[in-house]
């Protein structure tokens, strides 16, 4: 468990028959880090570093360092050199999972959480399967942390206990496809639009439900493009519009204008009888109810659903996340399962019971208070490091609702495997969530302009990247020289 009690790491010689676990004497440091993945061409040979994206191609890529599965020898229990064995194996990985958590910045994982008073519930097969709010005869299960976690977010989005349905999925992946499964269950004729820069899964979403998906152009900024969304809407006015409102762009961290995309639809003849609005709220979802003058996320408004990750601004080890939808929405999907005692309108069958005890653990601790204080560290701690950036000539934009910053693309792979960066084409970005302190952004901050003054000698100059983040963000050769 993060936070908790160390691991010892292998067995000690046989005692009595059996094997024991080695006392702090036990040096985990001497076991040597994992490397990082080669690069690896389409033929399977490792390339240097270059700047060139390299391709992804399916096939095993990890055969080199995967861990298999050996038969235990007859004589295992007396001697314990499996469990030995196994110890080394968790340690060397833990040591692994340290350092990599040390050089994470690019993906919207809050690795500030300490659970070890959970512990004691990890010798439990705990399944939430089937509805929250309706107990099955599968008696080992959290239903009562789950709806618990659930009215918090209800209080926070503003809705009624007794007018939502919910429930904790395993993703946020999960989440956009539960919203816009209940909205193509309200329109099933209904077109799906999505900005062209929403998570994949909200694509992935329209190819599975075999849905017609118009894509929106964006901002700048990563916004969505109501002027287009205009556009595309009255070219389908006999339809019913299923949308996705982004509260927060992957790449970009851009906040997608709800009000303004609901008034986009009043003004093209949608009445509210004819559209379903699913807000993917990933990560900023949890975000946005601190920051003053963001676009407010309410049930009061004619939206449909609401997602958030339940792994990333909160924080847990499993990947996990809300889903809530009017519960008018939700009888078309739900249905008896005798075989439960139940009934079910989720995406999955099982479900992980842990997940709503680590949500409602962390939501006791902190409160809202407690997450209103990270959001302001992390939007202080993204400024930090957007004008750290400027100041050293290098191109990067932030939005100003977003913790995201996003800069000109490391020429060096490694350097972006390191720092396990998010790249999309020329840019890349840091989402500095509430485990990413100043002393973190400027380790990585003077590592960055160190390897940038070998990358850039010479006629060699950074790249324009003002298509992507705008002129005034841009610090090539060309728009510096106009400051």
Not at 94 to 104: E, I, V, Y
Not at 263 to 290: K, N, V, W
Not at 332 to 353: F, K, P
């Amino acid at each position: 468990m993060a936070g908790g009690a160390e691991i010892k790491a292998a067995a000690s010689p046989n005692v009595n028959g059996k094997a024991e676990i080695w006392n702090d004497n036990f040096d985990p440091t001497a076991i040597r880090v994992e490397p990082l993945p080669p690069v690896v061409s389409e033929h399977g040979v490792e390339k240097p570093s270059e700047r060139k994206s390299r391709e992804i191609v399916l096939g095993r890529n990890v055969h080199t360092t995967c861990h298999s599965i050996t038969e235990p020898e007859v004589n295992d229990e007396q001697t314990g050199d499996k469990e030995a064995q196994m110890a080394g194996v968790l340690a060397r990985y833990r040591k692994n999972l340290m350092d990599r958590t040390k050089h994470h910045l690019g993906y919207p994982y809050n690795l500030d959480f300490d659970y070890g008073a959970l512990a004691q519930l990890q010798h439990f097969s705990i399944n939430n399967l089937g509805d929250p709010f309706i107990e099955s005869n599968y008696g080992v299960h959290s239903r009562q942390f789950e709806v618990g976690v659930l009215d918090w977010f209800a209080r926070l989005w503003e809705i009624e206990e007794t007018k939502y349905w919910g429930y904790i999925t395993n993703c946020g992946t999960e989440g956009n496809l539960h919203g816009i499964l209940v909205g193509r269950e309200v329109f099933p004729d209904g077109i799906l639009y999505a900005s062209r820069e929403s998570h994949y899964s909200v694509f992935k979403a329209a190819r599975m439900y075999r849905m017609e998906c118009v894509k929106i152009d964006t901002l700048i900024s990563g916004e969505i493009d109501c002027i287009d969304l205009r556009v595309k809407l009255l070219a389908n006015k006999d339809k019913p519009a299923i949308l996705n409102v982004n509260i927060g762009t992957t790449v970009k961290g851009a906040v997608d204008d709800l009000d303004n995309v609901i008034q986009t639809l009043e003004e093209c003849g949608f009445s509210h009888d004819r559209f379903y609005i699913h807000c993917d709220g990933a990560l900023f979802g949890l975000m946005m109810p601190f920051v003053k003058r963001a676009p407010k996320v309410s049930f009061k408004k004619p939206i449909g659903s609401v997602s958030v990750s339940g792994h990333k601004f909160v924080g847990c080890p499993m990947p996990c996340g809300v889903q809530i939808t009017r519960i008018e929405h939700i009888n078309v999907l739900s249905s008896n399962v005798e075989y439960l005692a139940s009934r079910d309108a989720t995406i999955m069958g099982s479900r992980n019971g842990h997940a709503p005890i680590f949500l409602w653990y962390t939501l006791n601790r902190k409160g809202y208070k407690g997450f209103q204080k990270d959001v302001q560290k992390c939007l202080r701690n993204a400024h930090y490091l957007k004008d750290r950036l400027h100041g050293a000539g290098i191109s990067a934009m932030l939005n100003e609702l977003s913790s995201t910053v996003v800069f000109e693309r490391p020429r060096d792979e490694e350097f972006i495997r390191r720092w396990q960066l998010a790249c999309e084409g020329n840019i890349a970005h840091v989402v500095v969530m509430p485990n990413v302190t100043i002393e973190k952004l400027d380790f990585f901050l003077n590592e960055l302009m160190e390897k940038r003054s070998t990358w850039y000698q010479g006629h060699v100059q950074s790249p324009c990247i003002a298509a992507e983040i705008g002129k005034d963000n841009c610090y090539c050769a060309l728009h510096k020289s106009k400051k």
